[in-house]
């Protein structure tokens, strides 16, 4: 099920950042704008200690007329010589990403479209 109404389902935007090899906490965001019709769906992993760093720096992107709504986190594995992502584990301050949503964004992001991608949502939280 996915979490956008079916009139935002038409315009919806995906995008996926990830700037590390191996095993970084991610955040999975709904991106909305008063004058935009589009919403943007997204995932961002970094290599950051807490996902309000990845959060801070979404929020540094955004345009002034844009919101960030942070729908959970967790720990992703890229593995870019086998094109695997995995991800597990869930965000201490943002709770567990909705499973379909992370699976909705990685199958529709076009750099990660020849990927394996394997979404789990543990209790696991990583210090």
């Known amino acids: 099920m996915s979490i956008l109404s079916e009139a935002e389902s038409r315009k919806v935007e995906y995008k996926v950042e990830i700037s590390h090899d191996g095993d970084e906490k991610y955040i999975v965001g709904r991106v909305t704008s008063p004058n935009c019709e589009s919403v943007k769906l997204l995932l961002v992993s970094h290599a950051l200690k807490y996902h309000s760093q990845i959060v ?37 301050g943002y709770g567990k990403p909705n499973k379909n949503t992370v699976q909705e964004i990685l199958s529709n992001a076009a750099d990660f479209a020849d990927f394996t991608c394997t979404v789990t949502v543990t209790s696991y939280i990583r210090d």
């Open 56 to 92: 801070e720096h979404v929020n540094q992107q955004l345009m002034a007329s844009e919101t960030l709504q942070v729908l959970g986190g967790g720990i992703l594995r890229i593995d870019r010589q086998q094109r695997t992502i995995f991800t597990y584990g869930q965000s201490g």
